[in-house]
C-alpha cells in the first residue's frame, strides 16, 4: 500500500473504532467500510515486468476505452486511453525504461474520464519518456471523481519499465501514446494490468537486442 492509503484510511478507522466503543453502531460501521475501502484503494501489489525489450507496458490498471491514431509533436503514432474505474490499482508505472525528459502539469476541467475531450481539457500530468528505441508520451488525468494526480518522478530520473512513477487518485484515466509503426497488441475492450501487460512492441526497425538495451539505459544513468 502507497502511503496515501495510511492518510486516507487510519483517521475513519480510529473514529470508526471510537464510535463502535460508544455502541453507535451505524456510524462506527460507516467509519470503518470507508477506512478498509482506502485502505484496499491504495494497494500497490508487485507486477511481473516483461523481460522483451520490444515491450511497450500498460501504465495503469484499468479497461482500454480508446485506441485511435494521433499525432504527437508532428510524429504520427497511436494513443491508448486506459479508464481506471474506483476498485482498480491507481498507481502508475512507467511503459519502457529510459529517461523521463519532462513532467508538465496542465490545469484544466475535470469531465468525466470516458468523454473524449478529456484527454486536452481535463487537468493532467504529461511525461515525456525517452528510450534507447525512440520517443512515448503518457498522462495521467484526472476525472470526474479523481481531483488529484501525482507525480513521483521529475525531469531527468531514469526509470525502468515497469518503474512506478505516480498515482491518480479515486478513478480517472491514463493516456500512452506510441509511435506509428508498433505492434499493437491490445484491443478496445481489454483489461489490462500497470506493469504487466504489454499493449505493444517498438516498430521492427527500432527494436534493440537486450544486450544493447541495457547497454544504451545504463549509459543514460551514468
Not at 40 to 54: G, M, Q, V
Not at 181 to 186: K, M, P
Request: charged share 20%; with cysteine.
Amino acid at each position: 500500500m502507497v502511503k496515501e492509503g495510511y492518510y486516507f484510511g487510519v483517521p475513519p478507522v480510529l473514529l470508526g473504532g471510537f464510535a463502535i466503543a460508544f455502541h453507535w453502531w451505524i456510524l462506527g460501521s460507516v467509519l470503518l467500510a470507508l477506512g478498509f475501502f482506502c485502505f484496499s484503494f491504495f494497494r500497490d501489489p508487485e507486477r511481473t515486468i516483461p523481460e522483451d525489450p520490444a515491450a511497450i507496458v500498460a501504465p495503469a490498471d484499468g479497461r482500454v476505452v480508446v485506441i485511435t491514431e494521433e499525432s504527437n509533436a508532428g510524429r504520427p503514432g497511436t494513443r491508448i486511453s486506459i479508464f481506471l474505474a474506483i476498485w482498480n490499482v491507481h498507481v502508475n508505472r512507467s511503459p519502457a525504461a529510459g529517461v523521463i525528459t519532462k513532467v508538465d502539469y496542465h490545469p484544466g476541467k475535470f469531465l468525466a474520464a470516458w468523454d473524449p475531450k478529456a484527454s486536452t481539457q481535463n487537468e493532467q500530468n504529461v511525461f515525456t519518456l525517452a528510450t534507447p528505441t525512440g520517443i512515448l508520451e503518457f498522462k495521467q488525468i484526472a476525472g470526474l471523481v479523481a481531483r488529484r494526480v501525482v507525480s513521483w518522478k521529475k525531469p531527468q530520473d531514469v526509470v525502468a519499465q515497469g518503474e512506478r512513477v505516480g498515482l491518480v487518485r479515486f478513478g480517472s484515466r491514463v493516456d500512452l501514446w506510441i509511435p506509428a509503426g508498433s505492434e499493437l497488441l491490445v484491443k478496445v475492450g481489454d483489461t489490462v494490468h500497470g506493469g504487466s501487460s504489454t499493449l505493444a512492441r517498438w516498430p521492427a526497425h527500432a527494436r534493440l537486442s537486450p544486450s544493447d538495451a541495457g547497454i544504451l539505459v545504463a549509459e543514460k544513468r551514468s
